[in-house]
Nanobody, 116 residues
Framework: QVRLMESGGGLVQPGESLRLHCEGS?????????MGWYRQAPGKQRELVAA???????DMADSVKGRFTISRNDDRKTVDLQMNSLKPEDTAVYYC?????????WGQGTQVTVSS
């Protein structure tokens, strides 16, 4: 059973930074898995923020390029999202995600609010 535990969300002002951390446990095969982050704002669909494939290729939303950085540690089964220069439109619930073997696994989500 794959389990994902997120931490690091909170309330910040525009221009500030946050770092989200996700720890995975259970049947994660880091040789095959894609690990990343999605977000869902109120009234909107869940969208990919950034993800690191098993070959280290990074998929990233255009809206966060140049501001967010994603990194993963296969030994620890963790994936972090460094978010800089945050904007109000980044406000959302952020979900850790692991995709492997045709399955998608989700964390419980962590709220990020950017407001002055």
């Amino acid at each position: 059973q794959v389990r994902l535990m997120e931490s690091g969300g909170g309330l910040v002002q525009p221009g500030e930074s946050l770092r989200l951390h996700c720890e995975g446990s259970g049947g994660i095969n880091t040789f095959y898995a894609t690990m990343g982050w999605y977000r869902q704002a109120p009234g909107k669909q869940r969208e990919l923020v950034a993800a690191v494939r098993s070959n280290r290729f990074i998929d990233m939303a255009d809206s966060v390029k140049g501001r967010f950085t994603i990194s993963r540690n296969d030994d620890r089964k963790t994936v972090d999202l460094q978010m800089n220069s945050l904007k109000p439109e980044d406000t959302a619930v952020y979900y850790c995600n692991v995709a492997q073997g045709g399955n998608m696994y989700w964390g419980q989500g962590t709220q990020v609010t950017v407001s002055s």
